[in-house]
């Protein structure tokens, strides 16, 4: 059972440097913490928790956007910035209007960063320094480059209401120094993208690192809150 005082407003959270951006919290539950809410973006609203199908290519596989809206009522759905930066590509979105003129969808998307994509890219010679990383398509096998603030860029071109911060992934079973690594170079990254971000009709989430190591999991939650 969800508790929230009748006698008191329901608490409400703005989004500094955000025009259209707020969480409103509904109710919460004392014993397991569970909490209901609603994200207002600049395309509607998003009842939490959420049922977020995978659109990775601005499509979501097998369904059609009639079932997506009328069957499952998605109030959300997810791109992939790697694989949209690839194909159809920046210049494509961009001359359409973004992705929700470009897929024809009219309520809120949020698109993860590219990160995991470009980690899963090892065997191809990926390579990962403080900049950013360097890595090769999987499509024609060019070269790309992404930093953090290119990967902002390529968000705010996308124009999805809720964008990642550039991270770095550690595999499963990495030693500690590996996945506290990449769990600073996060941070770092997230420092950075949050300086460039430029939109104000996009809400910048962040993403905790540390692998399996509970004491950099919080550690990566605790620098992570301020931002």
Not at 187 to 197: E, F, G, I, N
Not at 221 to 226: S, Y
Request: glycine content about 8%.
């Amino acid at each position: 059972e969800a508790h929230c005082s009748k006698n008191q407003a329901p608490a409400t959270a703005r989004f500094a440097n955000h025009h259209t951006m707020e969480f409103t919290l509904k109710a919460s539950d004392k014993e397991t913490k569970a909490r209901a809410g609603v994200v207002k973006t600049a395309h509607g609203e998003i009842e939490t928790p959420i049922f977020m199908p995978v659109g990775t290519a601005g499509s979501v596989k097998a369904v059609h956007q009639r079932e997506l809206k009328e069957d499952i009522n998605a109030q959300i759905i997810l791109g992939n910035t790697y694989h949209l930066y690839l194909r159809p590509g920046l210049d494509v979105l961009k001359s359409a209007g973004g992705l929700h003129e470009f897929i024809g969808w009219d309520r809120p998307i949020l698109t993860d960063s590219g990160g995991y994509q470009v980690y899963s890219l090892a065997s191809t010679g990926r390579k990962i320094n403080e900049e950013g990383v360097v890595f090769k398509s999987h499509i024609d096998g060019s070269k790309h480059v992404f930093t953090p603030e290119g990967v902002m860029d390529i968000q705010r071109t996308i124009g999805a209401d809720i964008i990642m911060a550039f991270d770095v992934c550690s595999e499963y079973g990495a030693d500690k120094m590996q996945a506290e690594k990449a769990m600073r170079t996060t941070l770092d990254w997230l420092d950075r993208c949050k300086k460039y971000h430029q939109r104000k009709d996009q809400m910048l989430f962040s993403i905790i690192q540390g692998n399996m190591y509970e004491d950099l999991r919080l550690k990566s939650l605790k620098e992570t809150v301020p931002y």
